[in-house]
């Protein structure tokens, strides 16, 4: 089922509200079903603002794109659909949202996010580079964590590390 919502085409702060309210709904009363966001097309403030609100709902993104012989069109019947991938942009969000925990003494919690965020990000074959900022934060989580619950001797360990 296609449906067209109607944004205003310059203003993304409006259009991502909007666009993830409707995202959110589609999930709720389309439990079973498959739902893609796709940004071909309309202005640069309504992609960007359908873009913040996929990777707010966690829906995939995609695009059509293809050959071009410049860059304001793709040639005729070399279109094609292609996935977007989000999952760096995602866990770069959740990482502060992770990181602010701190700032309520949520220790524990934060060391398992961080866990379960890098594990994520293994799975989807992000470089290990790339995860050496996970894995610290969740050593300095687990070290927090430790010297909360008086454990100092478990915490000098994970700052060790």
Request: charged share 30%; with cysteine; proline share 2%.
């Amino acid at each position: 089922m296609l449906e067209t919502v109607i944004i205003p085409p310059d203003d993304p702060d409006t259009a991502f509200t909007v666009l993830q309210g409707k995202l959110r709904a589609l999930r709720r009363d389309s439990a079973d079903a498959r739902i893609v966001a796709d940004f071909t097309g309309g202005t640069k403030s309504m992609s960007a603002a359908l873009t913040l609100a996929a990777i707010d709902g966690g829906v995939p993104l995609q695009l059509v794109t293809g050959r071009r012989a410049d860059l304001i069109r793709v040639l005729d019947r070399s279109e094609q659909a292609v996935a977007v991938h989000t999952e760096r942009i995602a866990a770069a969000r959740e990482f502060e949202r992770l990181a602010a925990g701190w700032g309520r003494y949520a220790y524990q919690e934060a060391a398992e996010g961080f866990e379960r965020l890098r594990n994520d990000l293994k799975a989807c074959g992000v470089l290990r580079e790339e995860l050496s900022r996970f894995n610290r934060a969740q050593e300095l989580s687990q070290a927090f964590a430790a010297w909360d619950a008086f454990d100092h001797r478990k915490a000098a360990g994970c700052l060790r590390r």
